[in-house]
């Protein structure tokens, strides 16, 4: 049931993440009626534009960034959960109608959400979708049904976006891009979710209040989503969610080892006003395993015309994986002018010639 409300939570972050993605990395795309969200541990969610009179909020579906991951849905309501006798049925144009049985998910009562875990039926679902040009969603119950019209324009790019983003091109647990290669025994990033996935030796800086990263429950650092980056003989990275943060700043800390067994916290180099320091956290980050960089946006504020651009690349120094800041930007004045984005700031480091 742990594991449940994880994910749960990873859905309702999305919201609160997507601004902060969309500005530092390229997790975030939309595709006509539909957009995606890949997280730094690649998980990818794929939600459409809904009518703002629809039953739902949330028609999500998600995939982590696993070989043969299977396909999950949540369905967020905006009033309370039917009865479980209900079932939703899905009818999409020149394609099968599906019903997927309200008995048979996960009811989260606390959110008004079922969660769907039918990796066959939902793969039936999508290659429908695919070849669609629109879904009729209709909740069958005691009362009239509810019926909800959803565009499907968008689908493929989406899925082919999300086959990128997860290096399953041409590989034969794709969405979109489906082919002959083969998947790996596992992937080089994955997503750490859990205080029970944590090292043993580090698991009480998450779970004692007092910890270094004390003060988070279960459901909070699932939403934040913490990132597992296996490098191979040069170590293993972690970068973990760390302590409450605020409504828009979500703090994190890395630790590092030459293996899991060995990880231990390591600061953050940035630029101060007198020169290098340290901090132990760095904010609202996104990883990108393709160029070994770690981006950090503090927010001054929510609307994120002010803050702190942060960029370190990821090295070996012998010992396991280090970080070198390589890109630091400021904008003090929180004056409504984004210019173009926190990329355009003024330079910090290196120092401007």
């Known amino acids: 049931m742990k594991k449940a409300h994880l994910q749960h939570l990873s859905l309702a972050a999305v919201g609160l993440f997507i601004l902060t993605e969309a500005a530092v990395a390229s997790g975030y795309r939309e595709f006509r009626d539909w957009q995606v969200n890949c997280s730094s541990a690649l998980t990818c969610r794929l939600t459409p534009t809904l009518p703002d009179d629809a039953p739902f909020y949330a028609f999500t579906l998600s995939r982590s960034n696993a070989p043969d991951a299977p396909v999950e849905l949540t369905v967020g309501f905006r009033e309370t959960l039917p009865d479980a006798s209900a079932r939703m049925d899905i009818e999409i144009t020149d394609g099968p109608a599906l019903s997927l049985e309200f008995a048979e998910a996960e009811r989260r009562e606390d959110y008004s959400e079922l969660h769907f875990e039918d990796d066959a039926v939902l793969r039936s679902l999508i290659e429908a979708m695919k070849n669609g040009t629109e879904m009729t969603v209709s909740i069958s119950s005691d009362d009239p049904s509810a019926i909800t019209e959803v565009s499907l324009s968008g689908v493929t790019a989406s899925l082919l976006f999300i086959d990128e983003s997860q290096d399953r091109l041409e590989r034969t647990d794709a969405l979109q891009a489906i082919g002959d290669r083969q998947p790996p025994a596992s992937s080089p990033i994955s997503a ?162």
């Not at 340290?278 to 904010?283: C, G, I, N, Q, V």
């Not at 390589?326 to 330079?347: A, I, M, T």
């Open 192 to 353: 750490i979710t859990s205080f029970d996935e944590l090292p043993a030796h580090i698991a009480a800086d998450f779970t004692d209040d007092t910890g270094y990263c004390g003060g988070l429950d279960d459901d909070r650092f699932a939403a934040m989503e913490g990132v597992l980056v296996d490098r191979g003989d040069e170590g293993v990275m972690l970068l973990l969610p760390c302590g409450l943060g605020g409504a828009y700043n979500f703090p994190y800390a890395v630790y590092i080892g030459g293996e899991l067994a060995t990880v231990r916290a390591r600061d953050f180099p940035v630029m101060g006003e007198d020169g290098p320091q340290s901090e132990p956290f760095a904010y609202n980050i996104d990883f990108d395993q393709t160029t070994d960089r770690i981006t950090s946006f503090f927010k001054g504020r929510g609307i994120g015309d002010c803050g702190t651009l942060s960029v370190w690349s990821v090295e070996n120094d012998g010992y396991g994986p280090s970080l070198t800041l390589v890109e630091q930007r400021v904008k003090d004045d929180c004056d409504g002018d984004y210019g173009d984005g926190p990329e355009s700031w003024p330079l910090v480091w290196p120092a401007a010639q």
